[in-house]
């Protein structure tokens, strides 16, 4: 059965703070890994990494994959309040001809506090 | 080009009733996932559908469930003779054909409360 495992599950950081959410999978047919970020609402994507080792940066947030080690790291340099929320991190497998699976991570919980 | 879009955001049943879920993929996808999430916690899979083809649906409850994506109209998650424990946030997500792999589009989920 396919996998996909984060941590940790929960954090609380202050502000200014540096954090790094871990995710680590175990597929087969491994395609992509998603990242998402969850408020009080639906999931909205960050980056999708299919390459090992080239890291996808967007403002103080970036993510980078290591095929090797199967995991993938998701920063967040200075932090603040409104990055308090659930990161996902999914990962895409084919599993059939016409159809990929998309798992997900239970996510970590991020709270940055004042 | 409108979002994933589900309907109704809010949804109130009295246990014993049938709860019925749509989800209008982005245009041009052809691939529909839903997923239920319980509070505190992540995306539970529940099933993978393409028109009028179930591809996966192996994290749906053996009773009770059912999901349609038919070749005309939204996708339907259908929950019969609810419980309380079936009260959650139920998301579907899209994506274009398997040829493109790219990342997948979230509805904004339709809220089930059981009373």
């Known amino acids: 059965e396919d996998k996909v495992v984060q941590s940790p599950l929960s954090l609380v950081v202050h502000e200014g703070d540096t954090v790094t959410l871990n995710c680590s999978y175990e597929?087969?047919?491994?395609?992509?890994l998603l990242w998402y970020k969850q408020e009080k609402k639906a999931p909205t994507f960050l980056f999708m990494l299919?390459?090992?080792?080239i890291e996808k940066k967007s403002g103080r947030l970036s993510s980078i994959l290591d095929k090797k080690e199967l995991s993938s790291i998701l920063n967040i340099t200075a932090t603040q309040t409104g990055d308090s929320a659930i990161y996902l991190c999914a990962v895409r497998a084919l599993i059939t001809n016409s159809g990929y699976a998309l798992n997900f991570g239970k996510g970590t919980s991020l709270l940055v506090t004042p | 080009n409108a979002g994933v879009m589900q309907n109704p955001r809010h949804l109130v049943r009295r246990r014993g009733q049938e709860a019925r879920l749509r989800c209008s993929p982005m245009k041009g996808h052809s691939h529909v996932y839903w997923y239920r999430q319980l509070p505190e916690e992540g995306l539970k899979f529940m099933v993978y559908l393409q028109k009028e083809n179930i591809i996966d649906e192996s994290g749906m409850p053996k009773e009770r469930f059912s999901a349609e994506f038919p070749k005309e109209g939204p996708s339907i998650l259908r929950i019969q003779q609810v419980v309380r424990g079936d009260s959650a946030a139920y998301f579907c997500a899209s994506s274009p054909d398997v040829g493109l792999n790219t990342e997948a589009f979230f509805g904004q989920g339709t809220r089930l409360t059981v009373v």
């Open positions: 299919t390459s090992s080792g």
């Open positions: 597929v087969t047919n491994f395609r992509s």
